[in-house]
């Protein structure tokens, strides 16, 4: 949920609670206010009857007409002397219905006469005053929300600009381009804070990216050099004259053994390299006169382990990645059908436009074939190859975002890549 | 034929050289920057052998140097990364080709004669070896001046032998020679052990000696002595 919203709720929710409570305390207060007046009016009125009371004849006040804000009844005696205030329910015939009215009632005496005598006032009922304080209060609530949304939302969208541009630089940061950021700064000083403290970050990041990518290349050279230096010991040592069937074994498979070494080091560099994107130039690669150049390159192989090739190119299949990882790809993914085929065996190659499928008759392996894409794993255990090569092909494919799926049916291999999603 | 090595490892300078002379070269060494750009603004040279990681100055700079003063000299460059950009500006400064560390000796002697060969323009561009004659341009062999119909592969496993003449080969480095980097040596012996036997019968039945001697284990000899 956005921020901007999350605000809009909580100054809703805070505003209807502020709103709730005003108005209920609004609503008691005007009751109070408007009881107050009532009966100060009444006790005012009171004063008023009583004095028309005593200027007036008294048998003027035993006809006078019960009228709906003034009643005098004789009575025999005083029962209270105490004021009552209460509310009463009097019908009136012109608008057919009943009117609220406040009264103080009262016992007197006047010039040796009793009275009971109640003064009234009609009233707003109670529902008709809370409904009235209600509407108001809630279209003052919607003109505060909406004012307060539309000001939020325009302020907001003007505060947080610089936010979404800082966002928008860290989210197209590419690391192995190795470019520091620069973030501008806003009069906001949170924000300067956060591209301050982004760009000390991506500083360190990229001074750790390189300390990684220059440790890389200099492991590679460092094992390298003496690696060639014991192959070419070796290779001299076994040109020396008069050696021994069991001297020359020994000297075979120490150099056996260092070949092998180096090009494990060789693909663990390649794989560090692919896992570090430092391969980000890019060229147009068509996959299909790629796949013709090495099945040529491996002409002679094929014939000698007679395998059979089907090439169903449909389309022409142009890929955008770096030239070098595009030749290790189809090479690795070619070669693998070549080298773990039958004699005789086949191999089809269908491309269209986006995407590559290699089927090729093999043993049958059994066990998690996903499994072979990780390092070191290899489908047939006493082999002597380094179990290297899927996992490159899975690097580089991860690195472009192609999809990579392999699969053993019926004793057929079957890899399948798909450049597009 | 003087050829010029120039690498900071001194273990790896002392077997190119050693290897290098029993092929039959004058070879002269430089360890560093400093001394490579001495002897080659001094002495003229059939071939260089650069490494471009120098202590003191990057081996490129050398082979600019060098096509400026001898540019017929033929240049191998040498590099401990296998970097397709040295790669590529290597060869476009003049470089004839490029070896990645660890290399083999066959594989850099190989390299070398083959470097020689196109640089020498007045001379023969066949290389014979008794009654075996090829022509790399051409792709063509002749056993006795008759035709002898060899793959591609064969042939490069052929002038391999031949350059590599009286050494013991492994089979590492045959396979390492034949398809490059991306293919397991070890899987591929079976490959390699076809390809040989299909080049020796073609050369004996077109009447050659049999000069390949299987050195048991290890690998194969191309040689005339016994």
Known sequence: MKLLNKTNIFFLGVSLIIFSLGGILFYLLFQITIDNGINAKLHERKEYNLKQIVRSDSMMLLFQKYTDVLSIKPVDKIISEKENLSDTLIYDSVDNQFIQYRQLSFFKQVNGHNYFIQVRRAILDHTSLLKDVFILEGLLFLAFITVLTIVNNQVSKKLWTPFYFILDKINNYKIELAQNLSLPRSSINEFNELAIAIEKMSTKINDEFNILKEFTENASHEIQTPLAIIKNKLEILLQAPGLSKDQMDLISSASAATNRLSKLNEALIILSKIENRQFHEVEDISVNSNIDRILLSMEELIKIKSISIERHFHEALHIKMHPYLAEILLENLVINSIKHNTTPGSISITTDSETLEIVNSGNHSSGNVEKLFQRFVKSNPKSQSLGLGLSIVKAICDTYSFNVKYAIENGYHKIRITFRK | ?226
């Open chain 2, 1 to 226: 034929m003087k050829v010029l090595v120039i690498e900071d490892e001194k273990e790896l300078l002392n077997s190119i050289s050693t290897y290098l002379k029993m092929e039959g070269y004058i070879v002269e060494e430089a360890r560093d920057y400093q001394e490579g750009s001495e002897k080659i603004n001094l002495y003229e040279y059939d071939c260089i052998l650069a490494d471009i990681g120098l202590p003191d100055g990057n081996g490129l700079r050398l082979v600019e140097l060098l096509k400026s003063k001898q540019s017929n000299t033929g240049v191998m460059v040498i590099s401990a990364r296998n970097s397709i950009e040295d790669k590529i500006t290597g060869l476009d400064i003049g470089a004839d080709d490029y070896l990645t560390k660890p290399f083999n000796l066959s594989e850099l002697n190989a390299r070398i004669r083959s470097i020689l060969r196109r640089r020498k323009f007045d001379g023969k561009k066949e290389i014979e070896f008794h009654e075996i004659r090829t022509n790399p341009e051409t792709l063509q062999v002749f056993v006795n001046d008759k035709i002898v119909l060899l793959t591609k592969k064969e042939f490069d496993l052929l002038i391999y032998f031949i350059a590599n003449k009286n050494k013991v080969l492994t089979k590492e480095s045959i396979v390492e020679h034949l398809w490059g980097d991306y293919i397991d040596s070890a899987d591929s012996f079976d490959f390699i052990y076809a390809h040989v036997s299909n080049m020796r019968k073609k050369l004996v039945e077109h009447g050659a000696t049999d000069y390949l001697h299987t050195v048991y284990g290890v690998g194969y000899k191309f040689t005339d002595h016994d």
